[in-house]
């Protein structure tokens, strides 16, 4: 199961849809495809070494003991059920998350909400008509909606965290 952090005053929410079966059982968000954590690695959002990210037993150290402590960063998804993929999320099984995240945005005021994906960003607004970048705010918090991480390249989505991470890291001086 994954614990998801969040906390007051977050450089960055990152949300998901759902978690990938690995990753629910290793308990780390993107922990079945490492691609997420060496994207944050590139774009300077977090410093850890690749190896320690490969390793399920650092990388899972690293999610629950630096992840918001030293990088003052969050993560949540939309639904928690984990799922081999989207196609087997249940429709409407997004709508109490979608009042959950409204109210973590609207309690902890992180300074930018990360959405992994259209398919997370479409679920959270109930529409799909929007592009991949910067959305409208969402209680006072910076909303962004990145690429999905797995697939395409990974330049394009290095360029979007590190875009991400300057307005978030600006936000919070």
């Known amino acids: 199961m994954i614990r998801y952090i969040s906390s007051k005053n977050a450089r ?10 690995g990753s629910y059982s290793r308990g ?3 922990s079945n495809n490492k691609m997420f954590w060496y994207l944050l690695s590139r774009a300077g959002i977090i410093n850890e070494d690749v ?3 490969k390793n399920d037993m650092e990388l899972k ?4 003991n630096k992840f918001r402590q030293v990088y003052n960063l969050n993560f949540t998804n939309i639904i928690a059920r984990p799922s081999r993929d989207v196609s087997q999320l249940r429709r409407g099984e997004e709508v109490s998350g979608r009042k959950r995240i409204l ?3 609207s309690a902890n ?4 909400v990360c959405f992994i994906g259209k398919v997370t960003y479409s679920k959270f607004i109930g529409h799909g008509n929007f592009k991949f970048g910067w959305q409208n705010d ?7 909606v990145m690429h999905f991480p797995i697939r395409g390249r990974a330049l394009v989505r290095v360029r979007e965290l590190r875009k991400i991470n300057r307005v978030a890291t600006n936000a919070k001086r």
């Not at 960055?12 to 079966?21: A, D, T």
């Not at 150290?61 to 629950?64: K, L, S, T, V």
């Not at 005021?109 to 930018?112: I, T």
């Open 28 to 30: 780390v968000p993107f």
């Open 61 to 64: 150290r690293i999610y629950e």
């Open 138 to 144: 969402i209680c006072g918090s910076k909303a962004y």
């Open 12 to 21: 960055i929410l990152f949300v998901g849809i759902n978690p990938h079966y």
């Open 109 to 112: 005021k992180p300074s930018v």
């Open 51 to 53: 190896d320690d990210l």
């Open 103 to 105: 109210r973590l945005i």
